[in-house]
C-alpha cells in the first residue's frame, strides 16, 4: 500500500504539478510579454518625436513655440505619458513636464524624478548618440515604463543635441490593464534595495529554487492556487519589479481526485491481507515478545544487571534473548567503567533524592580533597551541607533553593563554602531533576565546580576594566574640553563621538553614518578628509566656506588618523575650527598691502608687480598712461593738507570713472597716478586719455568748490623690450605736459605755480 501511493505520488501528482507549473511559466511569460509590449509602444514614441526635424531645431535655438504647440496636454493624452523631458548634450535639463492623467492637468515635475534621471548616463547617454535605453526605473512616487533616445534630425543623423526621455507610471489602472489583457490575476509591486540584494542570490524564504536556469520562481502551492513570480530589470540591469501571477488549481485537483479513487480501493484490499497477518504475528511472533519485554521490564526495575532473560526455542527471538542478555553484561561493565571516571572527573559529583528530604544517595569522593569532608558525613546529615555555606551566602542560597524545590525547577548558583580547614572556596552549583530507570522515582543530579581561581581572575579583571574606564572618562573630558568642535569616526566613517561643541554646531549624531548626518547622501561625499585619512594614514587639512543660516562661516577642518599598537589604522578625528575672523583678517591685510588707503587706488607695490607680470607674458600691446595732479603743492601749502588730500581723492574718482574696474589704475606717488591697459593700441589709449579729460571736466563742472588739473603722458610698448621705455616715455610726456599749461598760465599773467 505504501509503495503503492509513493508510486502515485511521485509519478501522478508529480506529473500532475508539472503540468499546472509549465501553465503557470507560459501565463507569467505573457505577462512580462504585455510589459515589453508597454515599452515597445512608448519606444516607438519617444523614437518619432527623438528623430522628429522640430525637435532637433528646438535643441538647437529654444523656440518656445515649439512646447506651447507641441508640449501641451494633448500627447499626453494620447501617448499615455506622465513624464516628458529634453535633455542638453550635456546633461543638464532643458525643458521637462509632468502630467497627470487622471486629473488631466499638469503637475510639477519631481526633484526625485529629476535627480535619478539627470544622475543616470545609462538614460540620458551624454556624448553618445547610439544610446537607447528603454526599460523600468523605480522612484520614490511607483515604477515608471521610461524610454529615452537621442535627439537627431528627420534623416536619423546626429550630432545628436541630447535626449528625450518619455515615461509612464506603472500604477493601478496600468496593473489592471495588463491583467485584463492577459486574463489573469496579477500583481506587480516594486523591490527594495534589500529585496534587489535578496532576488540576486537566491529566492526568499519559503519560496520553491528556480528550475534550472529559469528565472521564475514558484511560491509554496496552496490548497486552491498555485502562485509564481519573476523579477523585471530596470534600465540598469538591476531586479526592479516582482511580476507575480496566481492560477486555480483544476488540474492538479483532478490528478488528485483519481488517485484518491485509486488509495481507497486500495486500502480495502490491504485491511483484508493484513487481518491475516495480525493473526499469524499474534500466534508465532507478539505473544513471546510480550514475554521477553515482561523479563527485560523486571531487571530494569530491580536494577540487577547481573540477571539473565530465559533463552528458549532455535529462531530470531531467541538470538534476540541472548544479545539482551549480552547488553546486560555489558552494562554492568559500563557501570563498573563510567564509575570510576566520575571519581576521576575535577569536579563533584552528587545524587540526592527529589524530596524534601535531599537525602544524599552518592557523593564522588573529590569532596575530601576540596573541602576536607568526606562523603559518608554528606549523607548521614542532610543538612551537612547547608551548615558549611560561608555565613553572608547561606540565606541567598537557601531562599534560592526553596524556590527551585517548589516550582520543580533546575538549580544553579555560585556560592562560598568553608573547608574543614577553615579556607573559603567558591563553587559553581547545578542540578536537574532526572527519572531513575523505568520507575517513576524521581532524582536530583548535581555538580560542583571549584571556581575560587575564576573568582580571583574576575575581580582582578574588574579592576583592570574600573581603570580603564577611568582612563577613558578622562581622554573624553579632555576632548570634550577643548575649544573647538570635535569628532571620532570609525573606518566606516560612522560617528563615535561628539563633545559638546560639535553636539552644539552639527547636532548630535552618534551612531549614524556622517555622510547621511550631514549631508543627507548614502555614499561618502567626493574628496572627503576624512576618507584621505582612512585610506593614507595621514593628517589632511581642507578649508570650506558653509552657509547655516547666520551668514557664510570659513572652516578649517583637519582630519588626524588614530592606529592601534600594531599600526592599523581603527578611527580617525575629525577637529574644525572658525577662521572667519582670521579669513577676513588677511583679506584686509592684503588689500591694504596693495591699495593706497586713501585713495583706494592699487598701490606702487601693486603696480610695480603687475608691470613685471606683464613684461613676462603676451598682453602686447600694453599702453601706459601716467597722470600728475597740477598744484597740489599750492593748495597744501595755502588751504591745507585736508583739502589736498580731497584734491587727491577727486583724482583718483575721475581715474576710476574713466577706467574699467579690471584696469590698473594706481597712485604711484604723493600726486602721481599710472594706468596699464593691456591689449591696448596707441589709438585706443589716446580715447582713454580724452576720456579722463571729459570725466575731468564734469567733475569741475559739479561745482565741488575745487578744481582739479592733471597733466597726463600716454605710451604704447607693442613688444616686451619695449615695456619699460613706454614707462619711462609716458612719464616724460607727461611733464611736458604740465610744462605746456605752465606756459599757458604765464601767457596768462598767471604765476606758474598756481
Known amino acids: 500500500m505504501g509503495i503503492s501511493y509513493g508510486a502515485s505520488q511521485l509519478i501522478l501528482m508529480k506529473s500532475f504539478r508539472s503540468l499546472e507549473t509549465e501553465e503557470l511559466h507560459r501565463n507569467l511569460g505573457r505577462v512580462v510579454d504585455a510589459i515589453n509590449e508597454e515599452l515597445c509602444a512608448l519606444e516607438r514614441s519617444t523614437q518619432d518625436w527623438a528623430e522628429w526635424g522640430d525637435t532637433y531645431a528646438y535643441m538647437k535655438d529654444r523656440n518656445a513655440e515649439f512646447i506651447r504647440k507641441n508640449v501641451n496636454s494633448t500627447p499626453f493624452i494620447s501617448l499615455k505619458l506622465n513624464l516628458m523631458l529634453f535633455v542638453d548634450s550635456r546633461g543638464r535639463l532643458d525643458y521637462g513636464k509632468a502630467f497627470d492623467l487622471q486629473r488631466g492637468a499638469e503637475d510639477p515635475l519631481s526633484e526625485s524624478v529629476r535627480r535619478y534621471i539627470l544622475a543616470n548616463p545609462r538614460i540620458i547617454g551624454i556624448g553618445d548618440s547610439r544610446v537607447v535605453a528603454r526599460g523600468i526605473v523605480c522612484l520614490p512616487e511607483g515604477p515608471?515604463?521610461?524610454?529615452?533616445?537621442?535627439?537627431?534630425?528627420?534623416?536619423?543623423?546626429?550630432?545628436?543635441?541630447?535626449?528625450?526621455?518619455?515615461?509612464?507610471?506603472?500604477?493601478?489602472?496600468?496593473?489592471?490593464?495588463?491583467?485584463?489583457?492577459?486574463?489573469?490575476?496579477?500583481?506587480?509591486?516594486?523591490?527594495?534595495?534589500?529585496?534587489?540584494?535578496?532576488?540576486?542570490?537566491?529566492?526568499?524564504?519559503?519560496?520553491?529554487?528556480?528550475?534550472?536556469?529559469?528565472?521564475?520562481?514558484?511560491?509554496?502551492?496552496?490548497?486552491?492556487?498555485?502562485s509564481g513570480y519573476t523579477f523585471f530589470k530596470d534600465v540598469n540591469g538591476a531586479d526592479a519589479l516582482r511580476v507575480r501571477v496566481a492560477l486555480l488549481r483544476d488540474i492538479y485537483h483532478s490528478g488528485a481526485a483519481s488517485v484518491r479513487y485509486f488509495i481507497i480501493t486500495l486500502i480495502g484490499a490491504g485491511v483484508v491481507f493484513s487481518t491475516l497477518i495480525l493473526l499469524l504475528l499474534e500466534k508465532l511472533v507478539l505473544s513471546r515478545v510480550a514475554v521477553l519485554g515482561q523479563e527485560v521490564h523486571e531487571i530494569?526495575?530491580?536494577?540487577?544487571?547481573?540477571?539473565?532473560?530465559a533463552e528458549t526455542g532455535n529462531d530470531e527471538l531467541t538470538t534476540l534473548a541472548a544479545s539482551i542478555n549480552g547488553m546486560l553484561r555489558a552494562l554492568c561493565t559500563a557501570e563498573a567503567h563510567y564509575r570510576s571516571l566520575v571519581e576521576q572527573l575535577p569536579a563533584v559529583m552528587y545524587i540526592l533524592s527529589a524530596d524534601l528530604t535531599?537525602?544524599?544517595?552518592?557523593m564522588s569522593p573529590q569532596i575530601v580533597s576540596l573541602l576536607g569532608y568526606t562523603a559518608e558525613e554528606f549523607k548521614a546529615d542532610p543538612l551537612f551541607w547547608l551548615g558549611k555555606i560561608f555565613p553572608e551566602d547561606r540565606e541567598r542560597v537557601l531562599t534560592r533553593l526553596s524556590y527551585c524545590q517548589a516550582e520543580n525547577l533546575p538549580f544553579c548558583d555560585e556560592y562560598r563554602?568553608?573547608?574543614?580547614?577553615?579556607?573559603?572556596?567558591?563553587?559553581?552549583?547545578?542540578?536537574?531533576?532526572v527519572r531513575?530507570?523505568?520507575?517513576?522515582?524521581?532524582?536530583?543530579?548535581?555538580?560542583?565546580?571549584?571556581?575560587?581561581?575564576?573568582?580571583?581572575?574576575?575581580?582582578?579583571?574588574?579592576?583592570?576594566?574600573?581603570?580603564?574606564?577611568?582612563?577613558?572618562?578622562?581622554?573624553?573630558?579632555?576632548?570634550?574640553?577643548?575649544?573647538?568642535?570635535?569628532?571620532?569616526?570609525?573606518?566606516?566613517?560612522?560617528?563615535?563621538?561628539?563633545?559638546?561643541?560639535?553636539?552644539?554646531?552639527?547636532?548630535?549624531?552618534?551612531?549614524?553614518?556622517?555622510?547621511?548626518?550631514?549631508?543627507?547622501?548614502?555614499?561618502?561625499?567626493?574628496?572627503?578628509?576624512?576618507?584621505?585619512?582612512?585610506?593614507?594614514?595621514?593628517?589632511?587639512?581642507?578649508?570650506?566656506?558653509?552657509?547655516r543660516g547666520y551668514g557664510k562661516r570659513s572652516l578649517e577642518v583637519t582630519v588626524s588618523p588614530v592606529k592601534d599598537s600594531a599600526g592599523n589604522i581603527i578611527a580617525a578625528i575629525e577637529l574644525t575650527r572658525d577662521i572667519s575672523e582670521r579669513k577676513e583678517a588677511d583679506g584686509k591685510l592684503l588689500y591694504m598691502s596693495t591699495h593706497d588707503l586713501l585713495t583706494g587706488l592699487y598701490n606702487r607695490a601693486f603696480f610695480d608687480e603687475e608691470l613685471t607680470k606683464l613684461s613676462r607674458g603676451r598682453q602686447y600691446p600694453v599702453s601706459i598712461i601716467v597722470a600728475d595732479l597740477d598744484g597740489l603743492k599750492a593748495v597744501n601749502d595755502t588751504l591745507g593738507h585736508a583739502t589736498g588730500d580731497r584734491l587727491i581723492q577727486m583724482a583718483a574718482q575721475v581715474l576710476s570713472e574713466a577706467f574699467r574696474a579690471e584696469d590698473v589704475v594706481s597712485r604711484i606717488g604723493g600726486d602721481e597716478f599710472a594706468v596699464l591697459l593691456p591689449d591696448t593700441d596707441d589709438l585706443a589709449a589716446q580715447v582713454a586719455v580724452e576720456r579722463i579729460r571729459h570725466c575731468q571736466n564734469q567733475m569741475?563742472?559739479?561745482?565741488?568748490?575745487?578744481?582739479?588739473?592733471?597733466?597726463?603722458?600716454?605710451?604704447?610698448?607693442?613688444?616686451?623690450?619695449?615695456?619699460?621705455?613706454?614707462?619711462?616715455?609716458?612719464?616724460?610726456?607727461?611733464?611736458?605736459d604740465k610744462y605746456a599749461k605752465s606756459c599757458r598760465r604765464m601767457d596768462n599773467g598767471c604765476p606758474a605755480s598756481v
Open 436 to 547: 531513575h530507570g523505568l520507575g517513576s522515582d524521581h532524582y536530583v543530579l548535581g555538580l560542583m565546580f571549584d571556581i575560587t581561581r575564576l573568582k580571583q581572575c574576575e575581580d582582578s579583571l574588574r579592576l583592570s576594566l574600573a581603570k580603564a574606564e577611568a582612563e577613558r572618562a578622562k581622554n573624553e573630558a579632555f576632548i570634550a574640553g577643548l575649544g573647538d568642535p570635535i569628532s571620532v569616526q570609525d573606518t566606516d566613517f560612522r560617528i563615535l563621538f561628539q563633545n559638546h561643541l560639535s553636539r552644539e554646531e552639527m547636532g548630535d549624531h552618534v551612531g549614524e553614518f556622517c555622510f547621511q548626518a550631514y549631508h543627507g547622501l548614502n555614499a561618502v561625499c567626493d574628496g572627503c578628509l576624512m576618507v584621505e585619512a582612512v585610506h593614507d594614514g595621514k593628517v589632511h587639512q581642507g578649508e570650506y566656506e558653509v552657509d
Open 417 to 433: 563554602m568553608v573547608g574543614r580547614d577553615g579556607e573559603i572556596r567558591w563553587f559553581s552549583d547545578q542540578y536537574e531533576y
Open 300 to 309: 530494569g526495575v530491580s536494577g540487577y544487571l547481573d540477571s539473565q532473560v
Open 358 to 362: 535531599n537525602r544524599v544517595h552518592y
Open 144 to 226: 515608471m515604463l521610461l524610454s529615452a533616445r537621442p535627439i537627431l534630425d528627420n534623416e536619423r543623423r546626429g550630432p545628436s543635441r541630447g535626449t528625450l526621455v518619455m515615461a509612464r507610471f506603472l500604477d493601478k489602472a496600468g496593473i489592471r490593464a495588463i491583467g485584463a489583457r492577459t486574463h489573469l490575476a496579477v500583481d506587480i509591486s516594486p523591490l527594495s534595495i534589500a529585496q534587489q540584494k535578496e532576488a540576486l542570490h537566491s529566492p526568499p524564504p519559503g519560496m520553491l529554487p528556480p528550475k534550472d536556469r529559469d528565472p521564475i520562481y514558484l511560491e509554496e502551492p496552496q490548497e486552491n492556487t498555485i
Open 700 to 736: 569741475n563742472e559739479s561745482g565741488r568748490g575745487l578744481n582739479i588739473s592733471m597733466s597726463l603722458g600716454v605710451a604704447t610698448a607693442k613688444t616686451k623690450k619695449e615695456l619699460v621705455s613706454a614707462l619711462k616715455l609716458s612719464d616724460e610726456r607727461m611733464y611736458r
